[in-house]
């Protein structure tokens, strides 16, 4: 069973704790009472903050309500065993960044195996050796917190992007849209899923480069000059320099510097031809062109659905976009208009008669 008041454990730990290897909250897995009594004296003694389950279920209950910062998991439990649970737990993307210490038989070669399949970081045998639980445990607390660090940063980066769409008057909106927009097109145009999520990530950032761009540039309701014109010109590299520190945004970067590019050779900022420019890019691109004609802006009316697909079929005729790339869109603002249709209510054939 469960060890009594989890939750009184975890508040036990305090910021300053939390942020030390020491202060960590260990979950103990084992379906024998006597193995987790080892490592919980063990780690206690280290310092570490420990809790435990005794079996599959209850561990996995456990995480959703309150993620500990290491698990460290028996393979061999009855009911769920410990390779289901990493299996569960590595496959959502809340836990997937847990660490897993699977806990094997000495000389079992094969549960280790099955243990690297299953997403497991390391693995200790059993009998327990202090020493060799005390180096796996920094270890993969060491190499969490490089991560948390990094999680940290994008969420700063993504703060930033928020920025931007409360200085850019009529736009609070765009980044949603668009983001909900290019996915759809990138599954109609059966990019691959790590695409996807790269491009889910420039949607939401592909204008952060426009924090550096003054209000009155951004925001001026008449055409920009040429000095003006350079200038906006540049939020593209800008996003870049922002966004290239973190290693999760790098699939992210080709999005945001080439959602300008034209097929012809006529974007900015590096005047792409072709093939050159990615299909997640062309994808943005026609995303961001269309959200932008059929809204409000400081400098224009909205346009109408109609009107926007003929500008951007126009485009394709002028060699500026990919044909393949606006026809989804189409596809998509089709898909959802009958979707919608199908969700309205009928209208009943007979009126309603008051009374029995």
């Known amino acids: 069973m469960m060890d009594p008041g989890p939750e009184a454990a975890w508040s036990q730990a305090s910021r300053r704790q939390r942020d030390s290897v020491e202060g960590a909250v260990i979950l103990v897995v084992d379906d024998s009472a006597l193995n987790r009594q080892?490592?919980?004296?063990?780690?206690?003694?280290?310092g570490f903050i420990v809790v435990q389950a005794s079996n599959g279920q209850e561990a996995l209950e456990y995480v959703e309500r309150l993620p500990p910062d290491v698990i460290l998991l028996d393979a061999m439990m009855p009911g769920i065993d410990g390779f289901e649970v990493a299996r569960r737990l590595k496959a959502h993307a809340q836990t997937r960044l847990i660490p897993i210490i699977m806990i094997t038989a000495l000389t079992d070669q094969s549960h280790k195996i099955l243990s690297i399949e299953a997403g497991a970081d390391h693995f200790i045998s059993k009998p327990f050796d202090r020493a060799e639980v005390r180096a796996r445990v920094h270890a993969v607390l060491r190499l969490k917190r490089l991560t948390d660090e990094l999680e940290s940063a994008e969420n700063i980066i993504f703060a930033l992007a928020r920025a931007v769409r409360a200085k850019d008057v009529g736009t609070e909106a765009h980044t949603m849209r668009v983001t909900?927009?290019?996915?759809?097109?990138?599954?109609?145009?059966?990019?691959?899923?790590?695409e996807l999520e790269d491009l889910e990530k420039a949607s939401i950032l592909h204008d952060i480069g426009k924090i550096a761009i003054p209000d009155a540039v951004l925001n001026k309701p008449g055409p920009l000059n040429e000095a003006e014109w350079d200038l906006m010109k540049k939020h593209t590299l800008k996003g870049v320099e922002i966004c290239r520190p973190l290693r999760a945004l790098r699939g992210s970067l080709?999005?945001?510097?080439?959602?300008?590019?034209?097929?012809?050779?006529?974007g900015y900022p590096d005047g792409l031809i072709g093939d050159q420019i990615p299909v997640t890019a062309r994808i943005m691109a026609v995303v961001d062109i269309y959200d932008a004609l059929e809204s409000r802006r400081p400098y224009k009316p909205p346009f109408s659905r109609e009107k926007c697909i003929s500008v951007l079929r126009e485009g394709v005729e002028n060699g500026w976009w990919d044909g393949r790339v606006v026809e989804a869109l189409v596809s998509v603002l089709r898909q959802r208009d009958a979707t919608a249709e199908s969700a309205t209510p009928a209208p009943l054939s007979q009126p309603l008669r008051r009374g029995g």
């Open 38 to 46: 080892i490592l919980d004296d063990q780690l206690r003694g280290e």
């Open 180 to 194: 909900a927009l290019a996915l759809e097109m990138g599954q109609r145009l059966s990019v691959s899923p790590d």
């Open 254 to 266: 080709p999005i945001i510097r080439w959602h300008h590019e034209r097929l012809d050779g006529s």
